[in-house]
């Protein structure tokens, strides 16, 4: 198992954001993600990372898919890859409704098909090996509806990339989109994950997986976790209760949440409904108290460091190909390295 490093890049100067990475190259970590949702964007920050560093690898986690045409993110995954040596790893996602309709502006529907099909054309113009035609359901290439010259022919890239095959991953949580990862990606970058859930986690995944004819060792498996590093366990646990309490139960008005189902699938059906309760009802304290600990522990890194390094070796024995930290604490990015 390898260790990564999620940014979570806030827009701060970036004097604040580039020791730890360079800290992380010294030292052996694997990799290096920025995250994107609507602020930063994934991309700029590697860019100067990828002239800051020389050995590390450059992973989005995620840029989103409704944000960029498939060909824009064909065009920065080829750049960012030749800027980097190499190095980069797309990472790709759809985001949440409500940032995709009130940010972007566009329609949150089919989503399953959409990342079937954007991911076939990135990977098309990536490889440059012909003019990229695709008649899909949501895409075409040449696009050829309403307000159409009715000129256009299919293009390649006038960029030969530095490889042809750009490792690509999906940020995926619900079964039916893990399902999917394992049919089309190389990685997957999961939400909530625990090593003692491993086997109804990874089912979806494994079902994609062979309905590809895939062997489980092609798609690497990438939890990103919350780290809540404090005096006490219990002081770890309560700083990220708020976090869990509303990603598990907050419900939107058409939305299926699919960190309710992950839960869920982890065996807190009990806890999950009560969450969703209390939050409809407005209780959020109860809400934010009705958080296992059981959850906490095996989904998230917290309490005093020994306790993180313990619980970052037990991960060791799980299918986890990298540990990706949501975190930015140079003496337990180090800890966690050197008990790898």
Known sequence: MRLGLALGYGGEPIEQVLPIVERAEEIGVDSVWSVEEYGPDAVSVLGYLAARTERIELGTAVMQIPARTPAATAMTAMTLDMLSGGRFRLGLGLSVPWIVEGWHGRPYD????????????????????????????????????PGSSGQARPVRSEMTPLRPGIPLYL?????????????????????????????????????????????????RICPIL????????????????????????AVGPGVRNTYFDVACQMGYEGPAHDMRTLLAEGRKS???????????????????????????????????????????????????????
């Open 286 to 340: 109860d809400a934010v108290a009705a958080v296992p600990d059981a959850l906490l522990d095996g989904a998230a890194l917290v309490g005093p460091l020994p306790a993180i390094i313990d619980r970052v070796i037990a991960w060791k024995d799980s299918r986890v190909d990298t540990l990706i930290l949501l975190d930015r604490d140079i003496e337990l990015l180090e800890a966690a390295q050197a008990a790898l």
């Open 110 to 145: 089919r989503p399953l098909r959409r990342t079937r099909e954007y991911v076939g054309i990135v990977r098309k113009a990536v490889a440059r090996t012909e003019r990229v035609a695709y008649d899909g359901e949501i895409y075409q290439l040449p696009y050829r509806g």
């Open 171 to 219: 940020g995926a949580i619900g079964p039916r989109s893990v399902a999917l990862t394992g049919e089309i990606a190389d990685g997957w970058l999961s939400g909530l994950y625990a090593p003692e859930h491993e086997a109804a986690l990874t089912r979806p995944l494994d079902e994609g997986l062979a309905r590809a004819g895939r062997a489980p060792d092609e798609v």
């Open 226 to 249: 919350y780290v809540a590093r404090a005096d006490t366990v219990e002081e770890g646990r309560d700083a990220l209760r708020p976090l869990f309490a509303h990603l598990i139960g």
